[in-house]
């Protein structure tokens, strides 16, 4: 049976379209994607069912997917960071938050300013207002990242939180090799360490790092410059 869209779906566009045959997603999880745009909870915490999702699939579908299908197909949202994982508490219940698709978009490299260039400026409280909010973006997204492999930090800790993304993503990766051959009692403390100190720097480090990750389009998130 053919599936016709339910064209009450909010939130969905064409550029989601082009998204998803731009980074190849199957039919399973884009359709989950618009089942979570429909739910309207976009850029907060939500707890959905998946099995939810599949019974509104065997209505407007006919049949619905199989367990392995769906795992499979929420997997690959996280993958395309369509969505962040914060808490899987069985396979078909989790935490999450779903991401606009303006999250999604490259980023640009913001051009470095000078501070002196905000001294003569005719608004500068507008300038900070917008740097906060950044920041604060900035802040919820990492710690977000570290929640997803079960690290917890405060929104206080900005020496650890307040960081590029890369450097987060760098600081996670060398927590994982060191896992492989080591216990981490303190896995919070460790991961200051790892940023204050730049682990990744370290000869042995790097070099595990580019056996593990050379030859994948992941090492350009972690080292953007070699782009």
């Not at 006919?62 to 808490?87: D, Q």
């Not at 917890?152 to 939180?161: Q, R």
């Amino acid at each position: 049976m053919t599936y016709n869209r339910n064209k009450s779906i909010t939130h969905w566009t064409y550029k989601h379209e082009e998204y998803c045959l731009k980074n190849q997603i199957p039919r399973s999880s884009q359709l989950l994607w618009e089942w979570l745009l429909k739910t309207g909870k976009i850029n907060t915490e939500s707890e959905p069912d998946l099995k939810d999702f599949n019974n509104w699939i065997r209505k407007h579908r006919g049949k619905s997917y199989c367990r392995n299908t769906l795992k499979s197909a929420f997997n690959k949202l996280v993958e395309c960071r369509v969505v962040n994982l914060v808490k899987q508490y069985t396979w078909n219940i989790v935490k999450i938050v779903t991401r606009p698709l303006e999250y999604l978009k490259p980023k640009r490299k913001l051009q470095k300013r000078n501070v002196f260039d905000t001294l003569g400026s005719s608004n500068p409280s507008k300038y900070d207002s917008r740097y906060s909010q950044q920041q604060h973006i900035l802040i919820t997204d990492n710690k977000l990242l570290f929640s997803q492999y079960g690290i917890s930090f405060n929104d206080t800790e900005t020496k650890v939180l307040d960081r590029p993304r890369n450097e987060v993503l760098l600081s996670i990766v060398c927590y994982q090799i060191r896992l492989e051959t080591s216990e981490i009692r303190n896995p919070q403390g460790w991961i200051k360490r790892c940023l204050e100190g730049r682990y990744w720097d370290e000869p042995s480090m790097f070099n595990q790092i580019i056996a593990k990750y050379g030859n994948t389009p992941f090492i350009y998130e972690l080292m953007p410059d070699t782009q």
